[in-house]
């Protein structure tokens, strides 16, 4: 007997037709972006052992402090679900020596991330992210080219209300200064932070600036911008940035206070949010991480990448496109009689050789439960076959909108799967 009522596990979640061509459409579209952009596919393992996320995301992250799937395997060692693809993937470059033929890589990778939120709409504890990572080019260029890029994908899949938001939050040469400073003046104002920023101020003082919370906001809009304390070479790379945004035509708002989750950034942070999300309104965000191939033990090459968020961008994509997804095949095939399925079959397969879809169901029903299923199915035509059909050798099409219906000889079946070809 099936054990009763066994659900998936919290935050998780099942993705069914016809959401899921929602969810190929998007990645078609980044995929063909990537190719046109010079990205290639890199396919990592989903888990690792904990201390790669400790090192690269950072021991006092959210994610790594809170968030993490992290098991014993049977052999002792402490595995973790990865929270995000861009430690791997360095892991990756820095154990097989990507360096040596050529630095310069450009990667994209698409999967599953895991991190244990708390769930609500758009935010899930098995979520889907596509990511790219370019490898050893740390002009501001690679940084606009990449942000044209996602330019260049959003309108292909149709988005038009979004805003890219871009900081850059210094090097381990400025940012300490601008640190001790932060702390300073939130020690100041201690009283008035929530519990976790009251924390943060000692361990991550800069995830403060990122805290939603109403109390919090008021205190953060006092604080310190940190694009005042740059050094001179961040603040030359950040101008530069900006100057080449404006030059391409890409809209950005600057946001001094988007400092993203994750230890590894230097200079350069983005988002993009849309409106259409409530709370969990980014779809992407990302930025450079030029000391983080060096901290896993590689040569000092920098690194610049994003990832995005698939579940949100299903959500948030034009509901028109998600509509014109809700399709079934055309075509259904409704047999009946004695000795008919070897012909049968062969039709089905004449449609598929032509490319186009049929369903059928072979519970050995009569006529008109076919055409109730192929109704419920939304089928427009129904192909019908029963002895006199067989041994006529021609089909019958029903075109169920219209309730006409059209005799097809099995030699002219060709020409007229040939039309419909056409046609769609
Ligand atoms: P991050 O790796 O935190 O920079 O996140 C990059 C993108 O992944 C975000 O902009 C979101 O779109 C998406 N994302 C992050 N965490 C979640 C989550 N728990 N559920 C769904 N999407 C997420």
């Known amino acids: 007997m099936a054990a009763k009522g066994i659900k998936c596990v919290k935050g998780v979640r099942d993705i069914f037709p016809p959401e899921i061509d929602i969810w ?33 995301i950072g021991e006092s992250t959210d994610i790594v402090e809170k968030e993490m799937y992290t098991f014993t395997d049977k052999s002792g060692n402490s595995i973790t679900l990865r929270p995000e693809g861009t430690a791997s993937v360095v892991r990756a470059y820095v154990e097989h020596n990507l360096n040596k033929e050529s630095p310069f890589n450009k990667f994209y990778y698409i999967g599953p991330m895991f991190r244990y939120e708390r769930p609500q709409k758009g935010r899930y504890r098995q979520f889907y992210q596509i990511g790219v990572e370019v490898f050893d080019d740390n002009s501001p260029e690679i940084e606009v080219e990449t942000l044209e890029m996602v330019n260049f994908a959003l309108k292909k899949l149709g988005f038009s209300k979004y805003e890219l938001n871009v900081n850059s939050i210094g090097c381990p040469e400025c940012r300490p200064n601008f640190i001790k400073i932060l702390k300073e003046k939130l020690n100041e104002n201690k009283e008035k932070l929530c519990d976790d920023c009251k924390r943060r101020i000692d361990t991550n003082p800069l995830r403060v600036l990122d805290c939603k919370k109403e109390s919090c906001k008021t205190v953060i809009n006092e604080m310190p911008k940190i694009t005042e304390y740059l050094c001179e070479d961040c603040k030359k790379h950040h101008l530069r940035l900006l100057k080449l945004l404006k030059g391409r035509k890409i809209n950005y708002v600057e946001n001094p206070l988007l400092v993203r989750g994750l230890d590894y950034y230097v200079r350069t942070t983005f988002e993009v949010v849309v409106e259409n999300l409530g709370a969990q309104n980014a779809i992407l965000g990302g930025g450079r991480y030029d000391g983080l191939v060096k901290e896993l033990g590689g040569p000092d090459i920098s690194g610049f990448g994003f990832a995005l968020g698939l579940d949100r961008m299903v959500i948030a994509l034009n509901e028109n496109i998600k509509n014109s997804f809700q399709k079934n095949p055309d075509f259904y095939l409704a047999y009946f009689g004695e000795n008919v399925i070897d012909y049968s079959f062969s039709i089905l397969e004449k449609f598929r050789e032509k490319g186009i879809s049929v369903y059928t169901n072979f519970k050995g029903r009569s006529f008109k439960s076919h055409l109730r299923l192929a109704n419920r199915l939304n089928s427009k035509f129904v192909i019908l076959i029963g002895e006199d059909e067989v041994k006529n050798n021609k089909i019958i099409v029903k075109n169920m909108k219209e309730g006409t219906q059209r005799e097809i000889k099995f030699d002219d079946l060709n020409s007229f799967l040939d039309e419909i070809s056409k046609e769609n």
Do not use: A, C, D
């Not at 579209?29 to 996320?53: A, C, D, H, M, Q």
């Open 24 to 56: 190929k459409f998007i990645e078609n579209i980044w995929e063909e972006t990537f190719s046109l952009y010079g990205f290639k596919e890199i396919r990592v393992p989903i888990f690792e052992y904990t201390n790669l996320f400790q090192r690269g």
